[in-house]
């Protein structure tokens, strides 16, 4: 897999925890943004990608890159599978599970708690 240096260099403490300690699993959905900000600079838009271990994957327009990656919320959740009522119940609860274990004051952090 190939990663952006923001995610190979920048973030590399956080995503290999992701991978040691969650797994990045599947992708289970995907789905394509491009922000009002991403049209007017005249820049390409990128996809969010859902693993089913619970992971979020930024991956760059063509997917051949990946932008960040990190713990998925709720909120991203029903984003991606437009309402909380499409969202597969395996994975409403993994994602429960890696908040409450991984997330502290809204950040990623994999410290003992």
Partial sequence: MEMTYHCRVERADRV???IDRIGLGQ?????YYRSIEEVTAGKPGHYICITNTGITLVK???KRAVITM???TYRELVKVY??????PTYLHKRVDRNQSHFIRNGKTTFKAR
């Fill in 82 to 87: 437009d309402g909380a009522n499409r969202i």
């Fill in 70 to 72: 990190y713990v998925t």
């Fill in 60 to 62: 760059t327009e063509d």
């Fill in 16 to 18: 290999q925890n992701i």
């Fill in 27 to 31: 992708i289970v959905k995907e789905r």
